[in-house]
C-alpha cells in the first residue's frame, strides 16, 4: 500500500514563525503536491513538484515556499506565518504517468496560526 | 476540465449496494472520470477512474453511460465506515504525467446508517 505520511497531525504556531511542514511517501513517486483545505473553498493547490530539486506554483503559493531534495521527501515552508495560513494541509503524492491522477494522500496537518 | 454535478448528501442503510450519481455531459472524447472521497478528518482517498469501460476494484465499481455523460460509483456492501464525502471529477489525459493538481468540488455526502 502507498503510504505517506505527515510530520504532525496538529500544529499550533505564534504569528511571524517560520513554519516547516514534512511528507514523505514510500512508493517511489515521482511527483509530491501541497495542498490546502478550507471549509467552503475546497482543496487548493499551493506547489508540486515532478522531480528532485524540481517545483512548480500551484493555485496559491503565496506566503509559502517548497524544498524537495530527496525523492521521498517534500516540504512545505510558511517563511513568516500569519494567521491567515489557519488550515488544513494535505499533502500528496502520484506517479509520473500521462493522464493519469491517482493521487494518494497522507492524513493532514491541521495547522494554527494565533 | 468539463465540470460535474452531484446531489449534495445521500443516505444508504447499511450493507445495502450505495450508489452514486454523477453528471458530467459535457465531458470530451479524452477525459477520464475519477471519484475519490474523504472521510471526515481524513486525507482524500483515490477510490477508482474510467475513461468508457466500466471499472471493478477491490473498493466499488464505476459504471459510466455509453454516451460517457454520467455515471454512477457502486459501494456493493455499504459499511459505517464507508460515511464521507464522495467526490467525481473529470480530468484530460494528457502527456503532463499527471503533475497537475486536483479540484474537488462539493461532492456527495453519503451518510451510511445502521
Known amino acids: 500500500d502507498v503510504k505517506v505520511t505527515q510530520s504532525s497531525r496538529y500544529l499550533v504556531k505564534r504569528t511571524g514563525e517560520k513554519v516547516f511542514l514534512e511528507c514523505v511517501q514510500d512508493?517511489?513517486?515521482?511527483?509530491m503536491f501541497w495542498y490546502r483545505q478550507d471549509p467552503g473553498l475546497g482543496l487548493r493547490l499551493i506547489y508540486f513538484s515532478y522531480d528532485v530539486k524540481m517545483k512548480e506554483k500551484g493555485d496559491i503559493p503565496e506566503g509559502y515556499s517548497v524544498s524537495r531534495e530527496k525523492k521521498e521527501r517534500f516540504s512545505l515552508i510558511l517563511e513568516s506565518a500569519s494567521t491567515n495560513q489557519t488550515s488544513m494541509y494535505l499533502c500528496a503524492s502520484s506517479l509520473w504517468a500521462p493522464g493519469t491522477y491517482e493521487q494518494y494522500f497522507g492524513p493532514g496537518t491541521r495547522l494554527t496560526v494565533t | 476540465d468539463a465540470k460535474t454535478t452531484q446531489p449534495p448528501s445521500m443516505d444508504c442503510a447499511e450493507g445495502r449496494a450505495a450508489n452514486l450519481p454523477c453528471n458530467h455531459s459535457?465531458?470530451?472524447?479524452?477525459?477520464?472520470v475519477y471519484w475519490y472521497r474523504q472521510i471526515h478528518s481524513q486525507g482524500p482517498q483515490y477510490i477508482i477512474h474510467?475513461?468508457?469501460n466500466n471499472e471493478t476494484n477491490e473498493m466499488a465499481s464505476l459504471i459510466i453511460t455509453e454516451d460517457r455523460k454520467s455515471s454512477t460509483l457502486i459501494l456493493p456492501h455499504a459499511t459505517l465506515r464507508d460515511t464521507a464525502v464522495y467526490y467525481c471529477i473529470v480530468r484530460v489525459s494528457d502527456s503532463g504525467g499527471g503533475a497537475d493538481g486536483l479540484t474537488f468540488g462539493k461532492g456527495t455526502h453519503l451518510i451510511i446508517q445502521p
Open positions: 474510467g475513461l468508457k
Open positions: 459535457t465531458i470530451s472524447g479524452n477525459e477520464y
Open positions: 512508493m517511489d513517486h515521482e511527483n
